[in-house]
């Protein structure tokens, strides 16, 4: 079973319309949400780090956010060049499991198109 | 990018071959891991190291080692390749092992006939 769940999992949008995408983690004792994106044969960029509900972070059309079991990343007015799979990653509290382990999702490709 | 080169980028072997990757830093980070990455799949840790000569294993660590003798290279071995490790391969780095981010390579695609 999942840990990590990302939703859609492809989702299509006109550039300037603004979306939402979806990254819900079933475990308890959150200790950091991480969000990146990934172009085609490159290695995932890092976009944020979230720790605690209620935290928001901003870059340029990007805003990510967290409740208690999911995060959001909003993209508002999206760009062609905002065109690629962003990566939901997640360090739950250690149960004597690998130290800086991060449970990703599948991730949402997301396509905008002019 | 975060100092992170990974050779070679591409490689296509047979099955029952040895084959090693190679994962090299600038930035003298001390945790450094490697994950696998395939279709349908979200990026999976093979072995993480968190220290010169100190690694440990990640959840998808049958079939392949690692070595670190040095703080910039961590060395990913495939000690006789088979098909189901056609994959992806990344490499990342981390200031510590906390909360922090980790930084990811270019990837390596390997193909195992």
């Known amino acids: 079973e999942d840990q990590v769940t990302q939703s859609p999992e492809a989702l299509r949008l006109q550039e300037g319309e603004s979306s939402s995408l979806n990254c819900s983690y079933t475990v308890s004792g959150l200790r950091g949400l991480f969000w990146y994106r990934q172009d085609p044969g490159k290695g995932p960029e890092f976009l944020f780090t979230?720790?605690?509900a209620g935290e928001e972070k901003e870059k340029e059309r990007l805003k990510a956010t967290l409740t208690k079991k999911e995060s959001f990343l909003h993209i508002t007015a999206p760009k062609p060049e905002d065109s690629a799979t962003y990566l939901c990653a997640v360090r739950f509290t250690d149960r004597g499991s690998t130290l800086g382990r991060l449970y990703f999702g599948r991730g949402t490709q997301l396509t905008v198109w002019p | 990018d975060a100092g992170i080169t990974q050779s070679p980028r591409h490689k296509v072997t047979e099955t029952g071959t040895p084959v090693t990757l190679r994962c090299h830093q600038t930035?003298?980070?001390?945790?450094m891991y490697w994950y696998r990455q395939d279709p349908g799949h979200g990026l999976r840790l093979i072995h993480y190291?968190?220290?010169?000569?100190?690694?440990d294993k990640g959840e998808v660590s049958d079939g392949y080692s690692v070595s670190r003798s040095k703080t910039e290279d961590f060395l990913l071995t495939l000690e006789s390749a088979t098909s189901s490790q056609t994959s992806v391969y990344f490499c990342?780095?981390?200031?510590?092992?906390?909360?922090?981010?980790?930084?990811f390579g270019p990837g390596t695609r390997l193909t195992v006939l």
């Open positions: 190291s968190y220290g010169v000569k100190d690694t």
């Open positions: 930035e003298n980070h001390r945790y």
């Open positions: 990342a780095i981390s200031v510590s092992g906390g909360a922090n981010e980790q930084f």
């Open positions: 979230l720790y605690s």
